[in-house]
Every structure is written in C-alpha cells, then in structure tokens.
C-alpha cells in the first residue's frame, strides 16, 4: 500500500521543531520511529500535509541517572530493554519495552512514540477499502459524524470508543513517573497520567507545537518491585487485549505493606489506574486473601470497551483479575530475591 503524499522536514534542533508544528497546527504530525504512523499513513488512517522528522534533533536519546531515572524521548525501546540501569533500577519498565511488537518495532519505535500512541478500534484500524464498507466514523471524520460501533446515546454528544494499547505506559505510571513537554509556552512537567485525556477521539493531552521530551521516574524505594504482566493472541507482534502493572513497597521495619499501585492497560481509552488498593493492603502483610481482595478490586474496576478482536469483554475483565493474582506474588517474590541477595 502506498503513502499518501505530504511534505517533509527534519527539524535539527527542539525549538525549531516547535516552530514549525505551531505554524503547521493540525496540518503537521511528528515522525519519531515511525513505526505506527507509517502504517497508519498507509491505511489513511492519518493524512498529515507535512511530516515533522524529530530524529535529527541531537541531545533526546538518552538514559541518565542521577537524582531519578530520565529517558529522552528518542531512545528506542530495544534500548530500554538491553539498558544495564533499567535492568537494574526499574526491570518492570525493561519487561514492558521488550513486550512491544517485534524486535524490528522496538529498535525503530521510540519510548515518546509509545507514550504518544494513537488509540486502537477494530473499525478504524483497517483499510481504506474495508472502511468503505461504512460511513466516515467520529474519530475520522468531523465532530457530527457518528461512531460507526457504538450507537450514540439519545441527546448526548458522539464518543469514541477506541482503545489505548501501549505497553509501557501502565508500567511507568505504576513507578509514578513524569513527563517533561516542550511547547511554545516552554517546558512543563506533568504526572504521564495527565498525558491521557480518555477521550477516544484525542487521546493525548498535548496542543499544537508540543513535543514529548523525556520521561522522568523517580528511584524505586529500597524496598520495592513491579511486575507488568501482558496478554495478547500471539507471544510476539501482538497489541495487549490485556495489560497489568503492579508495584509494591513494603516497611522495611516489618515487612508490611507501605504503598501498592496497580494500572490496567487496554480496557479503556486511557490507562486505568485501580483506586482504593493502598487502604485495602497499607499496614498488612501479604496473603493469599489479600492478593484475592486486590485482585477483586481490579476486576470490578475494570470495564473492558468491546473493541477489540480476539476475545470477548467478560474475557478481558476476567483477565485482570488473573494477571493481577499471578502479578502479586511473582513482584513479592522478587522482593525477596533481591532482599537475600
Ligand atoms: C505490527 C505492529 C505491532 C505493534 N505492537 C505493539 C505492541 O505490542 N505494543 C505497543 O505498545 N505498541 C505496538 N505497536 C505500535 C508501535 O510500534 C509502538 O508503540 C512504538 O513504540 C511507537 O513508537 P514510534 O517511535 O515508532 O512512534 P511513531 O510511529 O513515530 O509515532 C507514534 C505517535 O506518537 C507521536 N509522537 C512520537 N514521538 C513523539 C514525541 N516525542 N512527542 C510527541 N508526540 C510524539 C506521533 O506523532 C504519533 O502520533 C505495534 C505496531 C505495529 C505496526
Ligand atoms: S470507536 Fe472511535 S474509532 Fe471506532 S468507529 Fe467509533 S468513533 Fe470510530
């Protein structure tokens, strides 16, 4: 399948990138990797007049670590998974990258283009000629059109439904990092959890000339590990029809639980955090009664968009439940690997 035709630049610098996406606005689209646009180009998903390459900007590839952990928004995810200190420091993270795609995807597709990811639909995701067989939908067309799956409920506004399925965005929001973005306003620092809007249509909160700089993660306490667990059709290639990140910090004093964070990724159009966990676990010590009431807590927090193919939605929510039972103790037990180390 072809390109369409558009116009091409390779900005050398962050502000001249800047410039121009703000001059362009939503005639411009960045190119990292390009692993998704690419495709999505193809398919004319995305019709973009002028590509802006930022891989010709020096100085966003890198992993640093000094009072936290920063990974500029260039470097590839074959990196993060190979990275010595992010075996070390953050292995979840290492685990999350080298559950994306296939190896050709991760040593082109960069961590800003997976945080970036455009949302998924079993309509929109297709060819131009097996969406001809409707209407332009919602997330494609103008703001009036309507959502070719879900009808539109009755004097309420059109709402899309698609799915955001990046892999490392549940694990890095367990770890409670944060994004650095560079836009004509300058450069501001938001929890990555604000990068989602949970709308389907706009599914990233970043305006006209913004540009993902680098993902800042503070250093896990001494004490503490996560796990991202994935379920998919297929071990390799495959998008998430499932995504579970947990992280757990324990007292040092008693070996209690101190602080849990448990994020759901590929049930809904932003990340999902599980609300409420820390109360039911803070001061207890684990046990498999408490990995059930977890477990329970993410399961009822679940609600699956019937969106994707390959499985059904009750499926799907019963799959959180069961990749947060397995998640639980395989993060404890690394615990104690590393604390009998
Ligand atoms: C067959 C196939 C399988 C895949 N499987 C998976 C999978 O299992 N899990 C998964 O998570 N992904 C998967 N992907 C999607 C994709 O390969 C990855 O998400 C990859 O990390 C995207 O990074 P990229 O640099 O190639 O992004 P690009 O394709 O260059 O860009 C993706 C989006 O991010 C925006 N963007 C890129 N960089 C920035 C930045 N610095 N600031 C602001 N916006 C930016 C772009 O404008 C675009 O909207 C798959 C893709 C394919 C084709
Ligand atoms: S869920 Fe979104 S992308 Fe899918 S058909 Fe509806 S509006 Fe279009």
Known sequence: MRLPRFEYSAPTTIDEAVAELS????????????????PS??????????LVDIRQIRGLEYIQSNKDIRIGSLTTLGFIEESGIINQRLPMLAKAAGEVGAPQHRNAGTIGGNLCLNTRCWYFNQSPFFRQCRPVCYK??????KCQLFPTRKGKANV??????????PALIALGADVCIVGPGGERVIAL???????????????????????????????????????RLREAIDFPLVGVAVNIALDPKDGSCKQLKVVIGAVASKPVIVAGVDEIVQGKKFTDQLVDKVSSAAFDKARPL???LGCSQKYRKNMVKILTKRALPLALQKLTDNYTK
């Open 193 to 231: 959890m604000d990068l989602y809007t949970g709308d389907g249509k706009r599914p990233i909160a970043l305006g006209f000339g913004d540009i993902l700089k680098e993902v800042i993660i503070p250093f896990p306490s001494p004490l503490s590990a996560g796990i991202y667990l994935k379920h």
């Open 41 to 50: 180009m193809k398919q004319r998903r995305f019709t973009p007049k002028r």
């Open 160 to 169: 899309c439904y698609s799915v955001y399925s990046g892999d490392t965005a």
């Open 23 to 38: 001059e362009y606005k939503d005639e411009a689209m960045i190119i990292a990797g390009g692993t998704d646009v690419i």
């Open 140 to 145: 494609l067309g103008k703001d009036d059109d």
């Open 306 to 308: 019937p969106n994707l």
